[in-house]
C-alpha cells in the first residue's frame, strides 16, 4: 500500500520541522514537501501532487483561504486540513465553504492528527473536537429575520462586495477584485451585516443567494 504523501504548508519553521519529523516516524507517511508561504505551496503542490495538505490559516502574504481556491484549481485531487491556532468559528465555516476537507487546531494529540490524515486522504472531513462544537452551535443559531430587508438598502459597491461574498471570496481577494484596500473592504462588509440584520459572512452569501444577487451554486 502507497503511503499517504503530505504537503506541509506553514510559516513557521520549527512547526513545519516537528510535523515533518513526526509524519517521518511514522509507517504509511511520506512527507511529499513543505513550503514557508502559501504562493509557495501552491508551487510546490503543483510539483508534487501530495495526497494531502496540512496549511496553516494565517500566513503573512497570502491567507490560507486564498491558498484552498488556488489549490483546488491547480492540484484539485489533494485533500486540503487547515491545521491552525485559530478557534473563531467564522474562520472555521469560510475554510469549509472554501472547500478545506478538515479544521485542526495545532494543540491536537499526535494520534488525532495522524488519524484525521488518514481520513483526509480517504476523502472523509475531519475537524478537532472543539471545532466540530462551534460548527453545531452556528448551525443551530437562530437565524435572524431578515426577509423583509430589502436589498435596495445596499449601495452599489456594497452589493459588489456581497456577490463576491456569495463566491466564497475572502477580504484580501474582494480588495484585489475591487482595487480597494483590505480596510475598506472590511468597512463594507460590516456594513452589509448591519443593513441586512445578519451577523455573518455566512449569512450574508445565503441572504444574496436567497434575493437573487448572486446566482445559487451547485
Avoid: C, W
Avoid at 106 to 132: C, H, W, Y
Wanted: no cysteine; charged share 25%; hydrophobic share 45%.
Amino acid at each position: 500500500m502507497n503511503p499517504i504523501r503530505v504537503l506541509i504548508i506553514d510559516d513557521h519553521t520549527l512547526f513545519r520541522s516537528g510535523i515533518k519529523l513526526l509524519l517521518e516516524r511514522q509507517a504509511g507517511f511520506e512527507v511529499a514537501g513543505e513550503a514557508g508561504d502559501g504562493l509557495e505551496g501552491v508551487k510546490r503542490a503543483k510539483q508534487l501532487k501530495p495526497d494531502v495538505v496540512l496549511l496553516d490559516l494565517h500566513m503573512p502574504d497570502t491567507s490560507g483561504l486564498e491558498v484552498i481556491s488556488l489549490l483546488q484549481e491547480e492540484v484539485p485531487s489533494a485533500q486540503i486540513i487547515m491545521l491552525t491556532v485559530s478557534e473563531d468559528a467564522e474562520d472555521l465555516l469560510e475554510a469549509l465553504r472554501a472547500g478545506a476537507r478538515g479544521y485542526l487546531l495545532k494543540n491536537i494529540e499526535t494520534d488525532f492528527l495522524l488519524a484525521s490524515i488518514r481520513q483526509a486522504a480517504a476523502g472523509e472531513s475531519v475537524m478537532s473536537p472543539q471545532m466540530a462544537r462551534k460548527l453545531a452551535d452556528a448551525m443551530r443559531s437562530p437565524r435572524k429575520d431578515n426577509s423583509d430587508v430589502s436589498p435596495a438598502k445596499l449601495s452599489p459597491r456594497e452589493l459588489e462586495v456581497i456577490l463576491l461574498l456569495a463566491r466564497g471570496a475572502g477580504n484580501k481577494e474582494i480588495a484585489r477584485v475591487l482595487d480597494l484596500s483590505e480596510s475598506t473592504v472590511k468597512i463594507h462588509v460590516q456594513g452589509i451585516l448591519r443593513k441586512l440584520n445578519l451577523s455573518s459572512r455566512v449569512q450574508a452569501a445565503v441572504y444574496a443567494i436567497e434575493h437573487g444577487i448572486a446566482p445559487a451554486t451547485h
